[in-house]
């Protein structure tokens, strides 16, 4: 896909802050009031108009119905118990929708940032061919070793779990190296949001007949881009 000229490029950013500034304004814990609920439906809906306007090729990675019917999803999903991370989770699979690595939210570090380190994901994990490669088992390396395939995670295959992830990671068009070298890099944090923040982990490991159970963090070093 073509670069955006520089000031459509400015705009696209300025966008994506907009979003970020308002899905920081609302405290990472349910609401119960109505109006919120509405203006949170309304700053989806916001972010979605202002793609399309905006954006010099919004459809040229995603048909236009396909685009209008995920931000409507997103939209109706939002109710009283919509946190922040839940925002920022929605505004990052729309802007990845149109599959422009210009349109962003800053990386993945303001997601990142909302997950406790007894809540992540606790190993890191490469992506290879669509399977999970443990890499460093971090606190867990009584049951897990380098090397080690991932087959499943609380009993959601890994594929599922990737191709979930993969929708909220931004793309440089039909070049998927952009893609997935973000996952690698946040892999414990995207994990953790496909998997909604799961208060344990048990994962299958190919070769190993039974589930292991994971041990939560203690501390998780923050690396952000």
């Known amino acids: 896909m073509p ?4 000031n459509t490029r400015i705009t696209a950013l300025l966008l994506c802050w907009l979003c970020f500034t308002a899905a920081s304004a609302l405290a990472d814990s349910p609401t119960s009031n109505a109006t919120h609920v509405v203006a949170l439906r309304s700053e989806i809906a916001t972010l979605a108009d202002n793609l399309r306007t905006h954006h010099p090729r919004p459809f040229a990675h995603i ?5 209008d019917a995920l931000a409507r999803r997103l939209i109706d999903r939002v109710d009283a118990q919509t946190t922040q991370r839940d925002m920022l989770w929605a505004f990052s699979e729309l802007i990845a929708s149109i599959g422009c690595a210009h349109t962003t939210l800053p990386y993945f570090n303001q997601e990142d940032a909302l997950i406790p380190p007894p809540a992540r994901f606790p190993a890191h994990v490469a992506l290879v061919d669509e399977r999970l490669y443990v890499v460093d088992p971090l606190g867990n390396g009584a049951g897990l070793a380098r090397g080690d395939e991932i087959t499943a995670i609380n009993g959601v295959p890994a594929p599922s779990l990737v191709a979930e992830a993969l929708r909220h990671v931004p793309a440089d068009g039909n070049n998927p190296h952009y893609r997935r070298g973000m996952f690698q890099f946040f892999a414990t944090s995207y994990l953790t949001y ?3 923040f799961p208060a344990r982990y048990t994962v299958k490991v190919a070769g190993k007949p039974a589930p292991i159970p994971l041990e939560p963090l203690d501390a998780f070093e923050h690396r952000p881009i």
């Open 63 to 67: 048909p236009e119905a396909d685009f």
């Open 3 to 6: 670069h955006l000229a520089s």
């Open 194 to 196: 496909a998997l909604q």
